[in-house]
Nanobody, 120 residues
Framework: QVQLVESGGGLVQPGGSLRLSCAASGTIFSINKMGWYRQAPGKERELVAT???????NYADSVKGRFTISRDNAKNTVDLQMNSLKPEDTAVYYC??????????????WGQGTQVTVSS
């Protein structure tokens, strides 16, 4: 089993910044993809950004140039630096990881979510 602990959400004014962090612990052989998704009220969960073990990143068009995803493979952590935040970034943000086991199987895990509210 793998546990994900997220931190860093909160209330920020438009134009401000927040940094989300997620730490994975438990029975981990290797973590391939790590990422962040978000879900706003009344909307479907959507991809924000992902990063693979080789540090190749992928961003939603809506956050390109404003958000930066990073990871520390030694610590099994993934961060999301969010700058120039807009009210439409308001959502619950979820950390996700794809864990590979020694037998080649893999599982996807999700964090509990952290609220980000952008409002004046």
């Amino acid at each position: 089993q793998v546990q994900l602990v997220e931190s860093g959400g909160g209330l920020v004014q438009p134009g401000g910044s927040l940094r989300l962090s997620c730490a994975a612990s438990g029975t981990i052989f290797s973590i391939n993809k790590m990422g962040w998704y978000r879900q706003a009220p009344g909307k479907e969960r959507e991809l924000v950004a992902t990063i693979n073990r080789g540090y190749i990143t992928n961003y939603a068009d809506s956050v390109k140039g404003r958000f930066t995803i990073s990871r520390d493979n030694a610590k099994n952590t993934v961060d999301l630096q969010m700058n120039s935040l807009k009210p439409e970034d308001t959502a619950v943000y979820y950390c996700t990881v794809v864990v590979t086991y020694s037998n080649g199987n893999y599982d996807t895990y999700w964090g509990q979510g952290t609220q980000v509210t952008v409002s004046s």
